[in-house]
């Protein structure tokens, strides 16, 4: 099965843009992805689900800051003109025919 | 809107039992993937089952395989998620996922404690 790895911290200032990355295992680079934010103390949110051609679809609401690319087995997710409520644990996530995966979470401190 | 409502968490004892729902509203039920995925204190988000639309097959983690049991109710809207053999490791936030492919919808938690 898949394996999902990130940075488990990253930090960015107020106003400026970050790049989290959420890497694929060997033999599954082509796979599917979604980004979740978790706010401290909130329940997950979907943010968007990324293809590996860097085509993404975002949920509903999701302000346009947020936007997804990809190169090989990186899915990155891309927060521009980052504001204080963006604090928060990115996860990524995929799945298989019988299971799914999280990544170990990035927490996003904005300076 | 979507809605997810879970309920049925709450304090066991090891080895206990306990059985969550999920009430979900604002979409057609019968024609999504539902599942169950849970945070420890502190940590990450560990998914722990799923059951399909199509044909009611159902998926486990393999730390829950055999203790856990998940399920639906298509005429009321719900799922469940039967505890058993439960352990000190199982305590976490329980939050009901709606699926697409991916997780596209999450419920707010409910809290189950395993100790005695």
């Known amino acids: 099965q898949p394996v999902l790895t990130q940075s488990s911290s990253a930090s960015a200032s107020l106003g400026s843009s970050v790049k989290l990355t959420c890497t694929l295992s060997?033999?599954?680079?082509?796979?599917?992805i979604a980004w979740h934010q978790q706010q401290p103390g909130q329940a997950p949110r979907y943010l968007m689900k990324l293809e590996g051609s860097g085509r993404y679809n975002k949920g509903s609401g999701v302000p346009d800051r947020f936007s997804g690319s990809s190169s090989g087995a990186d899915r990155h997710l891309t927060i521009s003109n980052l504001q204080s409520d963006d604090e928060s644990n990115y996860y990524c996530e995929t799945w298989d025919s019988k299971t799914r995966v999280f990544g170990g979470g990035t927490k996003l401190t904005v300076l | 809107e979507v809605q997810l409502l879970e309920s049925g968490g709450g304090l066991v004892q090891p080895g206990g039992s306990l059985r969550l729902s999920c009430s979900a509203s604002g979409f057609t039920f019968s024609s999504y993937a539902m599942g169950w995925v849970r945070q420890a204190p502190g940590k990450g988000l560990e998914w722990v089952s799923t059951i399909s639309f199509t044909d009611g097959s159902t998926y486990y983690a393999d730390s829950v395989k055999g203790r856990f049991t998940i399920s639906r109710d298509n005429s009321k809207n719900t799922q469940s998620l039967q505890m058993n053999s439960l352990r000190a490791e199982d305590t976490a936030v329980y939050y009901c996922?709606?699926?697409?492919?991916?997780?596209?919808?999450w419920g707010q938690g409910t809290l189950v404690t395993v100790s005695s």
């Open positions: 060997s033999g599954h680079s082509g796979y599917v």
């Open positions: 996922a709606k699926y697409t492919t991916v997780t596209n919808y």
